[in-house]
């Protein structure tokens, strides 16, 4: 098959800045995402940064992505208004989108979703996340079990203030009785997007093979060339058509 263009995108600020985030991440958050999925044989991986020229997403860069990840934090209003513009028409055009975690603040984000700020609650505290699969049969779940534990990371609850997803195929739960609509999926022009909650900086929850599955399933969901015939290195080929 023709290999899947990914591009994976990251403010690589924390790092900077963090000790306790560099020991997690020594190459950056970008390089912990690049590092598995540059082992599906399917996938092509770049990574791009805030700091490179263009934020690294020139317009030949996106004209070359398929899917593009972006993981943000604390820099969302950095990011050049015209880059926004540029990853928001390519995203229009067809080019897949997943966002990450903290993502959810981010202008790209936002412009897309009609949203101010993805307003939601939060809170530090170290405690676990269960994750409940909401959409059996969709291909973001293929090989992914109906519900599985990450130990540690950041809570999230709700009120998210984002529209109504096309499609919700995750739910979170935490200790303090927060649930979380986890895994949210949207269709926005030609453009699939799909919102991932789990990946606090301070935690290694990129390593855990269930995150790993359930990201290198949505790539190749939001993947504008193939996304009626999902196949992956990492199990069986799923027939499921297009699903939102």
């Given at each position: ?48 940064t805030l700091d490179m020229p263009e934020h ?68 530090e505290n170290d405690e676990r996340i269960r ?75 990129y390593e855990i093979p269930e995150v790993q ?32």
């Amino acid at each position: 098959m023709q290999k899947i263009r990914v591009t994976v995108w990251n403010e690589n600020v924390h790092e900077q800045t963090s000790e306790e985030v560099r020991k997690i991440h020594p190459n950056g958050i970008h390089n912990t995402l690049a590092g598995f999925l540059k082992k599906d044989p399917n996938f092509e991986v770049r990574t791009a940064t805030l700091d490179m020229p263009e934020h690294g997403l020139t317009q030949e860069v996106l004209d070359e992505t398929d899917v593009l990840l972006w993981w943000a934090h604390i820099a969302h209003q950095k990011v050049e208004d015209e880059i926004v513009t540029r990853v928001f028409r390519r995203v229009n055009e067809g080019m897949g989108l997943i966002v990450l975690h903290s993502g959810h603040g981010s202008k790209i984000f936002s412009r897309l979703l009609g949203t101010e700020t993805g307003r939601l609650r939060w809170r530090e505290n170290d405690e676990r996340i269960r994750l409940w699969a909401t959409a059996p049969g969709h291909p973001i779940l293929e090989g992914v079990p109906d519900t599985f534990v990450v130990p540690i990371d950041e809570t999230y609850g709700e009120p998210f203030g984002i529209p109504e997803p096309d499609r919700t195929v995750f739910i979170s739960w935490s200790p303090g009785g927060e649930v979380f609509r986890a895994g949210c999926c949207f269709i926005r022009g030609a453009g699939h997007i799909f919102y991932f909650q789990p990946g606090h900086e301070t935690f290694p929850t990129y390593e855990i093979p269930e995150v790993q599955r359930v990201i290198c399933n949505a790539v190749y969901w939001a993947n504008p060339v193939r996304r009626g015939s999902l196949h992956l290195s990492l199990g069986t080929p799923n027939g499921a058509g297009l699903e939102g």
